[in-house]
Nanobody
C-alpha cells in the first residue's frame, strides 16, 4: 500500500501563490505516476497536472503557464506550485498516485487540501 499526506492549502487573494505538497510512504517504488486533481463544489473531480516517474508532465489547459508540477526524491514527494491564482481555482485539491505491482494496477488518493482564492 501507499500512504499519502498532503499539505499547503489555504486562503489566498487572487494573483497570489501557493505550493501544495504530497508526501508518499509505503510501497513508493511501485509508483509510476503521480498527479494533482481538484474538485470544486458541484463539479466533478478533474486532473490538474500529472507527472510520471520519467519526469514527463501534463497540465489542464486552464492552469498551463501558471501551475508547475514537480517531484523530489524519485516518487516520494510531489509538489504543485500555483502562481497567479484565480477565484476559479478554488477547490479541494487531491494527490493521486498510480502504482503497478506485476500485472496489478492500483490508485491511491490523499485526503485532500482546501484551496480558496478570494477576488
Amino acid at each position: 500500500q501507499v500512504q499519502l499526506v498532503e499539505s499547503g492549502g489555504g486562503l489566498v487573494q487572487a494573483g497570489g501563490s501557493l505550493r501544495l505538497s504530497c508526501a508518499a510512504s509505503g510501497r513508493v517504488l511501485s509508483i509510476n505516476a503521480m498527479g494533482w486533481y481538484r474538485q470544486a463544489p458541484g463539479k466533478q473531480r478533474a486532473l490538474v497536472a500529472g507527472i510520471t516517474s520519467g519526469g514527463s508532465t501534463n497540465y489542464a489547459d486552464s492552469v498551463k503557464g501558471r501551475f508547475t508540477i514537480s517531484k523530489f526524491n524519485a516518487m516520494n514527494t510531489m509538489y504543485l506550485q500555483m502562481n497567479n491564482l484565480k477565484p476559479e481555482d478554488t477547490a479541494v485539491y487531491y494527490c493521486k498516485v498510480e502504482t503497478q505491482i506485476g500485472a496489478r494496477g492500483l490508485d491511491y488518493w490523499g485526503q485532500g487540501t482546501q484551496v480558496t482564492v478570494s477576488s
